[in-house]
């Protein structure tokens, strides 16, 4: 989970980072009076946590109050990935030296905690890493390892800071370890790490990305109002109302409804789709378990979608068992009734007692099942997702 | 034969009292797995089904030399469950919860390394030895003994492999479940190599799928391998995912997408099916 | 460094241990008016940093606000090992059901630290630790190991404790152990850790040390008032001048001065003046390279305590230099000169200018050299300790 | 023949550019001792009298080869510089101010346990191995070339029994000052060992003083070698100082005194010396 650049920038200096003169401001007014106030040259940077924002215009700088003003109110009318920008970081401009890059991340692979340093900042550091790896170092640690202060130091000579510089910029990193450490991060970086022409280090860019699944231990970013939070780009309703329900839901640009059981099926089934010629109209997850209510709101939005021609339903009952599943489909045709076709396999924890009920439904509401076909463990899926094409194409 | 779990293992279960703990325990021990005790701190004393319930992992390893755990406890507890059965001489942890913090899971990786035990998950359906034992909340309907073992990601992809090896005839030897979360306790390496030594496995099949870095990690021990691996990824047609930031991107390069695990997979000499019906095609092409 | 009970229970307190209702009283007045708000029994306890409180008469009850008061006043009265009581802890009276202890410390053989508990507390830990090693229980951890709930809640376990309770004395445990590494402590105590009638466990005495050695890093306790203390009892008028000068000095009752280089030889020289039948009148040490103006300080108290009544100097040079030795006495005998006789034996670092100072003092002023004997390498130590036996005996 | 410092020991001293730096820099190098660098952070590039400066010992090693070395730092900045020195492949620190805080002090043990590398100190004098290297701040005129090893706590003691061996023409190998704090980076068991291995050295002198408990440890490494111990313990007289409260009483119990020191001596085969003059009787006796 993301937090935006102004939260990431108080953690910082909270540990003692330094960090530009800065305040957040919700008004291109409040951006006037903070150019006045400061009476130097400023950054507007738009506060939005999705990537590119400088490539979509959110990154302005203002002379003077006036301008200050102006920019402003052009951030504010912006959308950056569809989120309208709602605050803006003003800061003092820095006079640049040198830009420099530092950051601390999650090697999954050798589970360590690295620590990176560049040479270059201020630029997308991963080509920096593929064309001149040279340029940059790292520092492995255990989850449970110190980083000395002359580790930091180290790395901070290898970036080729002098004299008392040297502790100060092993500082930062050792703040910036901190920092990772105290709040579950699973990154931070301060890209890029600015030179002054003073000769003062200050981080002008921070980025922050903490661990959603280890929020609960961590009462203090709630306190600043850093809450679970979404990321994604503009929403179309459809998502909007599967967020509402909190269903993982994601539009693509076919025909096949996807109604899978599991995150992994979701994914493989999608892939078979194309294998066979045909193409998703969505992404969708049920979460582990879910009541035959989600059941019912899953196929809701499915139903409702006009893209959507023909419904590849899946389950093979684990921790989700197929009772629950035939409950939940036969609730939503009950209340809703389906105006697609759909082909479903059940199967796995409960099957018996899921068979059950949809003949028991059938019986009592045959009209209901008019579209449907219902198959068990005896037909492979592929046979299932092939079929589903073909309904798609048909109709 | 089988890997990790068979008939004699002493399976304890951490957290029996909860709602999924007391589900589960009963469905694992129609199936014939030997569930010896379970904890939950405060109800020692109690039964749930029979099995005697402690307040320690400890007083199950003293009193039934349990040697297993399968952990059914909210995230975040899991990781004192987890290192608690560690220190206590349990060799083999299922974590089946999901959201597992991933300070947390690093945490138990490296207790586990450092004791010499092996811990699957977190978000893992578990693991199977047909006729053996359950160990997880996988459906039984899937699986059935045979020689084939399989390792996944994912738990329905687990299922989709062994109904489709079951359907075959070649029926499975074990099947492990590593877990959905981004960081595991164990990865697809010390799974395969377990298969290597095992006698009656004659072939593993590996599923992978979008995001993460394990299935390239693969690459040198499939490549070290005697029996054939089969592997399978899915996303290919997936959206790219998200990534973890530049540093992310150093740290993991272009790992994480189906095309690179695919290649990776394939160099380290593993024989790629789409579907599920690829792999008995293979198999029998491989005269197994 | 001793902590005052109440310091020592604020900062248990604050990591979550449950500590008695009190309050810090300076008057018997105040105390009064606790116990009224309180409307409870109430225990008074005088806070002072030895050790052997209670034997002392440190600590009264008081069923009533004007009792409270008496009792107060008495304890307000009384002197233990030397401290006036200058500040009471007034806390309500728990009701007993049983007494724990728990406490952590370091193992310097085995360079860990180690978590104890015991089923009985309330008395004193090491006897029954001594008379029934059963009734303890241990964790050793390294200094960076993490201690787990899990084996905080064996301890507890092990020591009885039941259902619910278990995960709360496993918390005051966890937090005890936190206490003890947030502040660099060599000891934290809960004896009694008291299970009250109603059910709940609460700290009711508290007892910690920490390194002085690392107070530079907890601005935290400076900020409490928490700073470096003395924790001897009573002082002569000798002690406190040295004290005044940083001179560690302790009075005893012998007749020969003790004029020593180095903590180490401090203590044999001691035992040496015993083995060869004298009694040494002080313990004192110089610290690491004295100047001459301390080393004058050292003499003048020697020279002002009428109980002595010869002199044993000895100096090795090392990191305190024989130049900077001889120009202390030289200091000393010009501006005070020497009432009693003194042998000194110098040599080490530095020596031959050593010996060149005296001698060019004893040329401009040989009447201060009077009483005077001064040795080199050549004559051994126990030499020299046995020429101020025999001097003080022939005074 | 000596231990731990030798003629071709290459030396760094951390914290060259301060004041007792310099100053024992002098001092050491005029004894003869191979001082190749010394590190001062922000200082690289300067030279103390013509030793070359460096920021970290990182270089020292690479550019000189230094294989030991001596710390004067303020004691706040102990651990990381003694950590530093271990990491960058150091295996032997003589850690010279006093007052390192106790944690600090566990930390240094660890790692030099861990990268398998020796610490003395803090709040020693340092080692001396006559007519080769002085690597800290004893007098030059206490010692002589000779065949017995000391090891000591204090500074002073270890003067005081150099100087007696001198003058009765025993001379010394190795003196050792172990340090005058409370938890100190090696105890006596280490050093006895080095000793006993150590060809030259006939005879080892021990002394301990009040307080501690590293004497008491001592005991059965001492029961376990060859050659002869003599022990001299000082405090027999010192009115009995205090004990770290109950729980320090139950880790340490009795351990401390000069009483129980001796006797643990004693009990391990150590030869009592009252006093320094005792030592060359008693080394006439063993026939050394």
């Known amino acids: 989970m993301r937090l935006y650049e102004y939260e990431a920038k108080k953690l910082f200096s909270r540990d003692g980072i330094p960090v530009p003169q800065a305040e957040i401001v919700k008004s291109p007014e409040d951006a006037r009076n903070f150019a006045k106030k400061s009476g130097k040259p400023v950054v507007l940077k738009a506060q939005v946590l999705s990537g590119g924002r400088g490539k979509a215009g959110g990154i302005k700088f203002a002379l003077n109050p006036e301008e200050a003003k102006e920019k402003a109110a052009e951030l504010f009318s912006l959308k950056i990935k569809g989120f309208p920008v709602e605050m803006i970081l003003l800061e003092e401009k820095v006079d640049v030296e040198k830009e420099l890059y530092v950051g601390v991340t999650i090697d999954r692979l050798n589970y360590k905690l690295v620590i990176i340093v560049c040479t270059e900042g201020g630029m997308e550091i991963e080509e920096v890493a593929r064309k001149s790896p040279e340029k940059v170092k790292k520092i492995n640690l255990d989850i449970d390892e110190k980083l000395y202060q002359f580790q930091a130091q180290s790395l901070v000579k290898w970036l080729g ?21 105290s709040y579950d991060a699973k990154l931070v970086e301060i890209n890029p790490l600015i030179l002054t022409r003073k000769g003062e280090y200050i981080a002008c860019d921070a980025r922050m990305s903490v661990d959603d699944d280890a929020l609960f231990r961590h009462k203090e970013l709630s306190e600043m109002g850093i809450e679970k939070r979404h990321e994604e780009g503009e929403m179309t309703q459809r998502e909007k109302k599967a967020r509402g329900w909190e269903i993982p839901y994601v539009d693509l640009d076919g025909d096949i409804g996807m109604f899978p059981g599991g ?7 999608n892939d078979f789709i194309h294998y066979f010629g045909g193409k998703p109209a969505n992404f969708m997850d049920s979460g582990g378990g879910p009541t035959p209510e989600r059941l019912a709101q899953m196929l809701i939005l499915l139903d409702e979608n006009p893209q959507v021609k023909a419904i590849f339903g899946a389950r093979f009952g684990g921790i989700s068992r197929c009772d629950d599943f035939a409950k939940g489909v036969v609730m939503f045709l009950k209340e809703h009734g389906l105006s697609k076709p759909m082909v479903l396999r059940m199967t796995g924890n409960m099957w018996q007692e899921g068979v059950r009920i949809f003949q028991q439904a059938e019986k009592e509401n045959p009209e209901i099942f008019r579209n449907i076909e219902i198959h068990g463990i005896e037909t492979p899926i592929e046979e299932i997702a092939k079929r589903a094409v073909e309904l798609a194409k048909k109709m | 034969m089988a890997i990790l779990v068979d008939n004699n293992s002493k399976v304890i279960v951490q957290g029996i009292t909860g709602g999924a703990g007391r589900f589960h325990t009963e469905r694992m021990l129609q199936y014939g797995t030997k569930i010896v005790a379970g904890t939950s701190p405060g109800k020692g004393g109690e039964k749930v089904f029979d099995v005697p319930v402690y307040d320690t992992v400890e007083e199950c390893v003293k009193n039934h030399q349990a040697d297993t755990s399968i952990i059914f406890l909210p995230a975040r507890f899991v990781m004192e469950a987890c290192v608690e059965a560690i220190y206590a001489g349990i060799k083999f942890v299922v974590v089946i919860p999901e959201h597992i913090p991933i300070f947390d899971m690093m945490q ?18 578990g693991i199977i030895t047909p006729g053996e034992v359950n160990l997880g909340i996988m459906p039984d309907i899937a699986f059935s003994p045979g020689r084939v073992g399989t390792v996944s990601r994912s738990g329905s992809l687990t299922y989709y492999v062994a109904d489709t090896l079951t359907r075959t005839g070649y029926g499975e030897t074990t099947c492990v479940g590593l877990g959905g979360d981004p960081v595991l306790g164990t990865t697809f390496d010390e799974i395969l190599w377990l298969f290597e030594k095992d006698e009656k496995t004659k072939a593993v099949v590996l599923v992978g799928e979008i995001g993460g870095v394990y299935e390239e990690k693969a690459k040198d021990t499939i490549s070290k391998m005697k029996k054939p691996v089969i592997a399978m990824v899915g996303g290919l047609y997936a959206p790219q995912g998200k990534r973890m930031g530049h540093a992310g991107a150093i740290v993991e390069g272009e790992m994480g997408t189906a095309q690179s695990k ?6 380290g000499g593993a024989h790629i099916a789409k579907t599920f019906l690829d792999i008995p095609e293979i198999l029998k092409k491989l005269g197994i």
């Open chain 1, 161 to 181: 800071v002098k004299g008392e510089q040297i502790r100060n910029v092993g500082n930062i990193i050792s703040s910036l370890f901190k920092v990772f450490k």
């Open chain 1, 263 to 269: 995150a992994g099926f979701g994914i493989m089934g």
């Open chain 2, 108 to 125: 138990i990786r490296k207790e586990a390394l450092k004791h010499n035990a092996l811990v699957i998950g977190g978000n893992t359906a």
């Open chain 2, 262 to 267: 695919l290649k990776a997979l394939e160099q």
